[in-house]
C-alpha cells in the first residue's frame, strides 16, 4: 500500500526530486514494472457499463475476468511503441511481518461485501459500483494469466520471492533496469534510485509522468538513508502501526531533531502521543505482567471459582514461554526496508523476444474471447514496434554527463514551491471542488 | 541588461528555424562574449547546441550572463515576421520575462517590434568534452540534405560507413535496399563543392533517419557541412555559420543488443 503521505511530503519538503516528464523522455529505458499494482489498477479501472448501470468487469464467455488481461496487453505495447523496454515484477509470498496489515484490509473487505449487498437491495448504483470497485482482488488466477500472456509477447517475468517493490528496487540499485514503475511510494523506501509514477496514460495525447529521484528526495528532506526508512515508518508504511499523533510534518521534524525512532521514542511527550504496544514489546510485557500480578493478588483475595483459575493457570504457562526476547515492530520494519529477500543478480536474466502471434492469438481470441480483428492489428503493432526498436538507440546522457547547476536548481525548486502554495491557496477559495477526482493513486 | 544587434537578421532566423522541428523549448545563454543554445529533444536521443560569437554581431552588450528561455515555436512565429534583409535586435532586462525583438528594414523605412513572453524552461544541460573523432568528413550541406531525403524513401534507419573508399550511406526497408557512396574530391573549383575526408580508422554507426532529416533544416545556414564520428559514439553534424558561430547537432548512435 505504500508509505502514507510520503508523496505529498516530498512534493512540499523536496520539490526537486520530483518531476513531470514527457513519456517518450523514457526512450530507450528498461523499466521494472511492479505487476501486481499494475493488475489491480485494471481491475479496478478497465470496466464496461455506463452512469446508469453498475459498471462490469470485462469478462469472457465463460465469466472469468479479462479486464488485467486487456489493461496489461495495451499497454505493454504501449511501452514497446515508445521505445521503453518492460519488465513485469510479481509478488512473491508476502513478508510474514505484513499478516496484520492483510488482516486489516480482509476485514475491510468483509464490510464492503456487506455494504455491496446492503446497496444492492436498496438499488443504489453509485455505491454499488463503489463497493464493488473495493472488492477487487487479484488473485493468482490473473497473476498467471498475465504471466502466460506477457511471455507469449515476449517480455520478461520476474518472480519475486517476497515483495515486488523490493525486487523492482534491487534490479534499479544494480543498473538492471533504470527505474521501478509502481504507485507505492515504498518503492523509494526500498532504495530504487529513480521511481516512476503515474504511468496509466489515460489519456494518450498527453502522457506525462512522474519521476521521483531518490537521492534529491533524500537531500530535499535533509535525511539519510537510515533516516528516511524510520521516517517512512513513522508515516505509516505496511509493516507496522505508527504513533498516534505525529502526522508528516511532525514526523520529518522528529528525526532531523532525534535522528531514528529509538531516540524519539526517549523523548516525545507521552501524553500527546500515543506509542502502540508493539514499539515497546518488552515493556509493555512488563506492565502486562505487573496488571497480572495485581489482579491475581486482588482475586486470590477474594477467593475465586475453580474454573477461572484453571484458565489463568493456562495464561501462566504461554507467559513463560513468551520470555524471550520480543523485537520491537519498527525494527522489524526497518529490517524489511534494508534487507529485504531478493533475487540475486546472477539469476536475472533480461531478454526482449519477439512475440508469439500465433499462441498469442489463440490465448487472446480463444480462450479470453476478444475481438480477433482487434487482436491481430495490436499484434501487428507490437511486431512493428519490436522491429523498430530491435536495435535500441542510445540516449544522449549516456555519453555526455549532465552539468549540475545548483544555484538554478535552488531557485526552480523555490519558485515551484511557491506556485504550489498558490495553486493550494486559489483551491481553497473555489471551496474544494472535485479534488479527490477518480486517481489511482487513492484507491488502494 | 543584454543587447544584441545583427545585420545578417537572416542568421538568427534560420537557426531557429533550424531546432524548432527538434526541441520545443530551449534556453539562450549570454555571456558577455557569446550567445549560446543548448538543447535535447524529448526523448533525449539527439542534442543541438548553437553558439555565436559576439564578435559576429555589430553591436553585443551583455552586463551579466543571463539565461532566456524561449518556446521555439512561437519565436519562429515572430521572426516570421522579418523579412530575409532585416536588421535583427534582441533586447532583455536582466529581471525580465520577455525579450524584445526589433526588424528594421535595410533602408531604415521600417521599423517593428515584437516581444515574446520568456519561460523558465526545467532542462538539464550537458557537459560536453571536445574530442578527436577517428573520421571527419567535409562535404557540401546540399549534398548531405539531398542524400537524407533520398534515404527516408526507403526506411527509417540509416548506416554511415566511412573507409578508405569513401563514405557510404546504406538503406534497407521493406521496399529495398539504399546505397550512397560518395567519393573523395578536393579538385572541385569551389571550396565548398568539396569533398574531404579525413580518417584514421574505418568507423561505421547507424542511426535514426529521422532525426538526421531534422538536421538538414540548417543547410540554408552555410554551404558546407562537417560529420564527425568514431565508434560507439555520437556523431555530430557541423552546420559552420560564417566566421561567426556553428550550429551543431549530436545523434546518438543505434547500438547492438549484444553489446549491451
Known amino acids: 500500500m505504500g508509505i502514507k503521505g510520503l508523496a505529498k511530503l516530498l512534493s512540499d519538503e523536496a520539490p526537486d526530486c520530483i518531476r513531470e516528464v514527457p513519456l517518450s523522455s523514457l526512450h530507450g529505458r528498461k523499466i521494472a514494472v511492479d505487476a501486481s499494482m499494475a493488475i489491480y489498477q485494471f481491475l479496478i479501472a478497465v470496466r464496461s457499463g455506463g452512469p446508469n448501470a453498475a459498471a462490469m468487469m470485462l469478462t469472457n464467455a465463460d465469466g472469468d475476468t479479462t479486464s488485467h488481461i486487456q489493461g496489461i496487453f495495451n499497454r505493454t505495447i504501449r511501452f514497446i511503441t515508445e521505445g521503453i523496454r518492460p519488465v513485469y515484477v510479481f509478488d512473491g509470498k508476502p513478508p510474514q511481518f505484513k499478516s496484520g496489515e492483510l488482516l486489516k484490509r480482509r476485514e475491510k473487505r468483509l464490510k464492503a461485501e456487506e455494504a455491496l449487498k446492503a446497496a444492492a437491495e436498496s438499488g443504489d448504483i453509485e455505491e454499488q459500483d463503489k463497493q464493488s470497485k473495493r472488492l477487487v482482488r487479484a488473485g493468482t488466477k490473473e497473476n498467471e494469466d498475465c504471466k502466460r500472456l506477457l511471455s507469449l509477447m515476449g517480455i520478461p517475468v520476474i518472480n519475486a520471492p517476497c515483495e515486488a517493490e523490493a525486487q523492482a528496487a534491487a534490479l534499479a540499485r544494480s543498473g538492471k533496469v533504470y527505474a521501478t514503475a509502481t504507485e507505492d511510494m515504498d518503492a523509494l523506501t526500498f532504495r530504487t534510485p529513480i521511481q516512476v509514477r503515474k504511468m496509466t496514460f489515460a489519456n494518450a495525447s498527453k502522457s506525462d509522468i512522474q519521476q521521483i529521484n531518490y537521492d534529491k528526495a533524500l537531500l530535499g528532506l535533509g535525511v539519510s538513508h537510515d533516516q528516511f526508512v524510520d521516517l517512512c515508518i513513522l508515516l505509516g508504511c505496511d509493516y507496522c502501526e505508527t504513533i498516534r499523533g505525529i502526522g508528516p510534518k511532525t514526523a520529518l521534524r522528529l528525526i532531523k531533531e532525534h535522528g531514528n525512532i529509538e531516540t524519539i521514542l526517549k523523548h516525545i511527550n507521552r501524553e500527546k502521543y500515543v506509542v502502540p504496544e508493539s514499539y515497546e514489546p518488552m515493556e509493555a510485557r512488563e506492565r502486562e505482567k505487573a496488571e497480572n500480578r495485581k489482579k491475581k493478588e486482588e482475586e486470590q483475595d477474594t477467593d475465586d471459582e475453580e474454573e477461572e483459575g484453571g484458565s489463568r493457570k493456562g495464561d501462566d504457562t504461554e507467559e513463560k514461554e513468551e520470555d524471550e526476547e520480543l523485537i520491537p515492530v519498527y525494527i522489524e520494519a526497518r529490517r524489511l526496508f534494508n534487507s529485504h529477500e531478493v533475487l540475486p543478480d546472477s539469476a536475472i536474466d533480461l531478454k526482449w523476444k519477439e512475440c508469439q502471434p500465433e499462441p498469442l492469438k489463440t490465448f487472446l481470441v480463444d480462450e479470453m474471447g476478444f475481438n480477433p480483428e482487434r487482436v491481430a492489428s495490436s499484434i501487428e503493432k507490437l511486431q512493428k514496434a519490436f522491429k523498430a526498436t530491435s536495435k535500441p538507440q542510445a540516449r544522449m546522457d549516456s555519453f555526455f554527463a549532465v552539468k549540475s547547476n545548483p544555484e538554478l536548481d535552488a531557485k526552480r525548486a523555490a519558485k515551484r514551491k511557491a506556485e504550489a502554495e498558490a495553486a493550494k491557496s486559489s483551491k481553497k477559495g473555489a471551496g474544494k471542488k472535485g479534488g479527490t477526482g477518480g486517481g489511482f493513486n487513492k484507491k488502494r | ?260
Open chain 2, 1 to 260: 541588461m543584454f543587447e544584441a544587434r545583427l545585420t545578417q537578421g537572416k542568421v538568427f532566423k534560420q537557426l531557429i528555424e533550424a531546432l524548432k522541428d527538434l526541441v520545443q523549448e530551449a534556453n539562450i545563454d549570454c555571456t558577455d562574449d557569446e550567445m549560446s543554445i543548448q538543447a535535447m529533444d524529448n526523448s533525449h536521443v539527439a542534442l543541438v547546441a548553437v553558439c555565436l560569437r559576439s564578435g559576429g554581431f555589430d553591436h553585443f552588450r551583455c552586463d551579466r550572463p543571463i539565461s532566456l528561455g524561449f518556446n521555439a515555436t512561437n519565436m519562429g512565429k515572430i521572426l516570421k515576421c522579418a523579412g530575409n534583409d532585416d536588421i535583427i535586435t534582441l533586447k532583455a532586462e536582466d529581471e525580465g520575462d520577455s525579450l524584445a525583438l526589433v526588424f528594421e528594414s535595410p533602408s531604415q523605412d521600417r521599423i517593428a517590434d515584437f516581444e515574446l513572453k520568456l519561460m523558465d524552461i526545467d532542462s538539464e544541460q550537458l557537459g560536453i568534452p571536445d574530442t578527436e573523432y577517428k573520421c571527419t568528413i567535409q562535404m557540401p550541406s546540399g549534398e548531405f540534405q539531398r542524400i537524407i531525403r533520398d534515404m527516408q524513401v526507403l526506411g527509417d534507419t540509416l548506416a554511415i560507413s566511412c573507409t578508405k573508399e569513401g563514405v557510404k550511406f546504406h538503406v534497407e526497408g521493406d521496399l529495398g535496399v539504399g546505397n550512397v557512396l560518395i567519393r573523395q574530391n578536393n579538385t572541385a573549383e569551389k571550396e565548398e563543392d568539396r569533398v574531404l575526408i579525413e580518417m584514421e580508422e574505418p568507423v561505421e554507426l547507424t542511426f535514426a533517419l529521422r532525426y538526421l532529416n531534422f538536421f538538414t533544416k540548417a543547410t540554408s545556414l552555410g554551404p558546407t557541412v562537417i560529420l564527425s564520428m568514431s565508434p560507439d559514439v555520437p556523431v555530430v553534424v557541423e552546420y559552420p555559420i560564417g566566421e561567426t558561430g556553428h550550429i551543431k547537432y549530436y545523434l546518438a548512435p543505434k547500438i547492438d543488443e549484444d553489446e549491451d
